[in-house]
């Protein structure tokens, strides 16, 4: 006798994408960001985790007076924690209060404490290599599970130096509803595009390009001009 069950989509209510950043980062899904090793990932996603921790929108979107300071959870597993990390969400202008970093591989009950509205891995191929006896297509499905489970936006972080990708299968792709590439421009901007989405007609999600400006010591800021 078969224990499939079924469920008639009549019963199923619609529901709106709940969104991180509109049109590039979706809640309760994984966003993979992908660039060259170098181009400035993890600057980029310690900005916006600095941005969620204080309540601040994301660039370039609509005023939200609703946003209010949520925690984020780190993984880490290139840069140390106090001598790179630390600094360049203090030039970010972060709430450290809401940052938590994390050194394992996560499951829903590990944050349920925490509530986080972003988790960011960086980079993902260390966090996969937590469990190296598992495929990196099966951690990818636990991780959509997870961006599910939680509610938040998991952001992954991805060379994509061909050396990094040349065991990912087409499969591997399958998990994260939103791919965002980061590319150098002229006189040494950034350019963040998306270049895969399932949640939204790509060509409506215009790409934003940004600079880098000299923090404290050697730590770059990222500078949206009007983005705010």
Not at 213 to 221: F, L, M, N, S, T
């Amino acid at each position: 006798m078969s224990n499939a069950v079924f469920k008639s989509l009549a019963e199923v209510q619609p529901e709106p994408v709940q969104w991180l950043w509109e049109g590039r980062i979706p809640l309760g899904k994984v966003t993979l960001l992908e660039g060259e090793p170098g181009v400035g990932k993890s600057t980029l996603a310690l900005e916006l985790a600095a941005r969620v921790s204080r309540g601040a929108g994301m660039p370039f979107q609509k005023p939200d007076h609703d946003h209010k300071p949520t925690n984020v959870v780190l993984f880490s597993g290139d840069d140390g924690l106090a001598d790179t990390v630390r600094p360049r969400l203090d030039a970010a202008h972060a709430d450290l209060t809401h940052i938590w970093a994390v050194d394992r591989e996560l499951e829903k009950d590990d944050v349920a404490h925490l509530k986080p509205a972003l988790i960011i891995l960086d980079p993902l191929s260390s966090y996969i290599c937590l469990s190296c006896d598992t495929e990196p297509v099966d951690v990818m499905r636990k991780l959509g599970m997870l961006a599910k489970e939680t509610g938040a936006a998991v952001l992954a972080l991805q060379s994509v130096a061909e050396d990094a990708k040349e065991n990912w299968t087409p499969e591997f792709y399958g998990t994260p509803r939103s791919v965002l590439l980061l590319t150098p421009v002229g006189h040494g901007g950034r350019r963040l595009a998306v270049s895969k989405s399932n949640l939204r007609h790509v060509p409506d999600v215009h790409p934003l390009v940004y600079y880098f400006d000299d923090g404290p010591g050697e730590v770059r800021i990222v500078n949206w001009s009007d983005g705010r």
